[in-house]
């Protein structure tokens, strides 16, 4: 691109980016150790961590079961295309990466609608030269134009892992279950659905403040039952992989969680609660640890 056009596009980038208020995708990148957030963002986090201090384990463990859900249906499945709607920044390994470790043809459309996540898509657009990748800058809310865009990329004749994590809890019913279906019937058999979803099932209390924590920002920020999780699937004729809609800890776990970078625990001691998030290990989560469900689906 010609370096006028270049930074035109930074330019209405810049105009599209809210600094004064907290972003979902930036906050879950807080949470992941990420950098490519604001104070605001950071702020949220913050009050997220104060009152359920190993909340962090809720988006480090949803981030590890996409990397399972992915490597699964990669290896097992066969499946060798995927949306992913929702994608958020690209803070760690992300869906085409996993994908094509595994397999190089695999091709990976991205998803969005965060003018941050927008000015990082040359990351996610980074596809090994046997596969393909794509950004499209929507809306979930759109799914007709998300669909048409995505037909650039993915063949529909082919099976096509919709990949939905932690996306559908910042969406409320009304828009939320209408959106999937529409999805999800432009899936061909032996297509799949990944989602993972927060719920209020496993640790109301920590878990509500945190809601309230969010909903004081202007999040909206729905948690649903498993039943309700599983109505994703069961009300667009899709079947239940095993084991199910189980927490995302549970989710065929492999042992492999990412260690975090040893640093001297004296320069960890300097370190705020924020900062110290990309330092900790996620291996030694408990039940009493995780708010939100993992599961997989395949259309018939």
């Given amino acids: 691109m010609p370096g006028d056009a270049l930074g035109q596009e930074r330019a209405e980038l810049g105009r599209r980016i809210d600094t004064t208020k907290a972003h979902p995708a930036r906050v879950y990148d807080v949470l992941l150790g990420g950098k ?17 201090p190993r909340g962090y384990l809720d ?21 060798r295309q995927f949306l992913d709607i929702g994608t958020g920044l690209p803070t760690q390994e992300n869906v085409h990466q996993i994908a094509q470790r595994i397999t190089p ?21 980074a596809s090994g030269p046997e596969g393909r990748t794509d ?6 809310k759109q ?20 990949v939905l994590v932690a996306v559908l809890h910042f969406i409320e019913d009304e828009e939320a279950r209408p959106v999937v279906r529409e999805l999800v019937e432009a899936l061909p058999s032996g297509s799949r659905l990944v989602l993972s979803h927060l719920t209020e099932d496993l640790h109301a209390e920590s878990i509500r403040v945190v809601q309230r924590t969010f909903t004081e920002r202007g999040f909206t920020f729905v948690l649903r039952s498993k039943a309700e999780v599983e109505q994703f699937f069961t009300e667009n004729g899709l079947e239940l992989d095993e084991p199910g809609v ?6 065929r776990p492999d042992g492999a969680a990412p260690l975090p970078e040893q640093v001297d625990p004296a320069y960890l001691a300097t370190l705020d609660d924020i900062e110290k998030v990309r330092y900790l290990d996620i291996n030694d989560v408990t039940d009493a640890d995780i708010n939100v469900y993992g599961v997989t689906g395949v259309k018939p």
């Fill in 36 to 52: 490519d957030n604001y104070p605001v963002d950071r702020a949220a986090a913050a009050a997220a961590l104060a009152v359920n």
């Fill in 59 to 79: 988006v480090r463990h949803n981030r590890d079961f996409l990397r399972r859900a992915i490597t699964t249906l990669t290896r097992e499945a066969g499946i």
């Fill in 105 to 125: 043809d695999s091709r990976v459309v991205y998803v969005d609608n965060d003018p941050v996540v927008l000015d990082h898509a040359r990351v996610l657009l």
């Fill in 135 to 140: 950004y499209i800058d929507a809306d979930f």
């Fill in 143 to 162: 799914p007709a134009r998300i669909l048409e865009e995505a037909a650039k990329t993915l063949d529909f004749e082919q099976p096509i892992a919709l």
């Fill in 246 to 251: 189980v927490p995302a800890h549970r989710w």
